[in-house]
C-alpha cells in the first residue's frame, strides 16, 4: 500500500516569497492532516480536513497561509508571504477516521515532510 | 493542551532500560506513540485506549493510567535501532485529532 506522499521535499526561499506544498494521502484516508514542525519541538497541528471540509484550521495563520483539499484527494499548502519564522518542516499526515472519537481510526501516518528555509 | 514529555533527552548504552512518560492536564481517551528518526517521518509505534490497557511490540510497551492522566513508555534491552526522538499524541476527545508532546530524544550508543 502506498503511504502518504508529499512534494517537494526541501525549498529554499526568500523572506516574503510564496510557497506550495503538496500532499497525497493514503488512499480511503478521510482525514488529511497539515502540521509544523520547528526544529526540537513536536508536530503542530495547522489544519485538519475531513474528506472536502475543514474540521480545525484554529491554529493557522490565516493573514499568511491557506490550504485546501481538492475533491476529497490531495491537499495543498500554501505560505504567501514567508517569514523567517515559517523555516520549518512542514508533514502532512492521514488518517481513516471520519470524524468523533477515532481510537484506532485516528492512527496518523506520516508523509516524508517538506523542509522549508526561508533566508 | 499538549501533553508534556519527560525526560527530554536520554542516554543509554545497548542493552539498557529506559521509561519515557506523558501527561495530560485533560482526559484521555488514547494516547498514540511515535518514533522520528533524524531527517524522517514520525512512525507509529502502538495505540492504547482507555481501560488501562498495556501493549507490547517487541520488546517495547507501553501503559495507559486514565486516572493520572498518563501513559509510560517502556523500551528494554535496547538495540541501536531504538535511537530517535519519540513523541506522545492524546486524543481528548471531540475533534479526532492528536496533541503532540515535546518530545523525548533517545540515543542509543554501543
Known amino acids: 500500500e502506498a503511504g502518504v506522499a508529499q512534494s517537494p521535499r526541501y525549498k529554499i526561499i526568500e523572506k516574503r516569497q510564496s510557497v506550495a506544498f503538496w500532499c497525497n494521502p493514503i488512499?480511503?484516508?478521510?482525514?488529511l492532516y497539515w502540521y509544523q514542525q520547528i526544529l526540537g519541538q513536536g508536530p503542530k497541528l495547522l489544519i485538519q480536513?475531513?474528506?472536502?471540509?475543514?474540521?480545525?484550521d484554529s491554529q493557522l495563520p490565516k493573514d499568511r497561509f491557506s490550504a485546501e483539499r481538492l475533491k476529497g484527494v490531495d491537499s495543498t499548502l500554501k505560505i504567501q508571504p514567508a517569514k523567517l519564522e515559517d523555516s520549518a518542516v512542514y508533514l502532512c499526515?492521514?488518517?481513516?477516521?471520519?470524524?468523533?472519537?477515532?481510537?484506532?481510526?485516528?492512527?496518523?501516518?506520516f508523509g516524508a515532510g517538506t523542509r522549508l528555509s526561508v533566508l | 493542551q499538549q501533553p508534556v514529555q519527560s525526560p527530554q533527552a536520554v542516554i543509554l548504552r545497548e542493552g539498557e532500560d529506559a521509561v519515557i512518560n506523558c501527561s495530560s492536564s485533560?482526559?484521555?481517551?488514547?494516547v498514540h506513540w511515535y518514533r522520528q528518526k533524524h531527517g524522517e517521518a514520525p512512525v507509529f509505534l502502538m495505540i492504547?485506549?482507555?481501560?488501562?490497557e498495556q501493549k507490547g511490540h517487541d520488546k517495547i510497551s507501553a501503559s495507559f493510567n486514565e486516572k493520572k492522566q498518563q501513559s509510560s513508555l517502556y523500551l528494554t534491552a535496547s538495540q541501536l535501532s531504538y535511537s530517535g526522538t519519540y513523541f506522545c499524541?492524546?486524543?481528548?476527545?471531540?475533534?479526532?485529532?492528536?496533541?503532540f508532546g515535546t518530545g523525548t530524544r533517545l540515543t542509543v550508543i554501543p
Open positions: 499526515a492521514s488518517s481513516l477516521s471520519a470524524g468523533g472519537l477515532g481510537g484506532r481510526l485516528n492512527i496518523q501516518y
Open positions: 488512499s480511503g484516508h478521510a482525514t
Open positions: 480536513f475531513q474528506n472536502n471540509g475543514v474540521v480545525d
Open positions: 485533560k482526559a484521555l481517551y488514547s
Open positions: 492504547l485506549l482507555k481501560g488501562g
Open positions: 499524541g492524546t486524543e481528548n476527545g471531540g475533534a479526532n485529532n492528536l496533541f
